[in-house]
């Protein structure tokens, strides 16, 4: 009943814009701190951004800094992420996740995930 769906991915080129878009059902995710994180083939899952609960604080990992923007629109339930300048080095599938409160966690402690949409950045 809880879930995250995860979509907007595809393929780009480089320097071209995604906007992804994550979807809650079954919560209301204005209160709970929501990340993206990405995993690339051969590679460990990373945090890419997130956004906190209540406030909306947000942070970025440093590699996508300046690219990347992540919002949430509490009455549609649903967090994007805005990538722009996008590289063949953010190739990956990217999952949004929530955190048991409003804080922002590592993705160790995140239990409630969605299922992910593939970034392919390629020329």
């Known amino acids: 009943q809880l879930q995250l769906v995860e979509s907007g991915g595809g393929l780009v080129q480089p320097g071209g814009s995604l906007r992804l878009s994550c979807v809650a059902s079954?919560?209301?995710?204005?209160?709970?701190?929501i990340g993206w994180f990405r995993q690339a083939p051969g590679k460990e899952r990373e945090a890419v951004s997130c956004i906190s609960g209540g406030s909306g604080g947000t942070n970025y990992a440093d590699s996508v800094k300046g690219r990347f923007t992540i919002s949430r629109d509490n009455a549609k339930n649903t967090v994007y992420l805005r990538m722009n300048s996008l590289k063949p080095e953010d190739t990956a599938i990217y999952y949004c996740?929530?955190?048991?409160?409003?804080?922002?966690?590592?993705?160790?402690?995140?239990?409630?995930w969605g299922q992910g949409t593939l970034v392919t950045v390629s020329s």
């Open positions: 996740a929530r955190s048991p409160g409003p804080m922002c966690l590592a993705a160790r402690y995140l239990e409630v």
């Open positions: 079954g919560f209301t995710l204005d209160y709970y701190a």
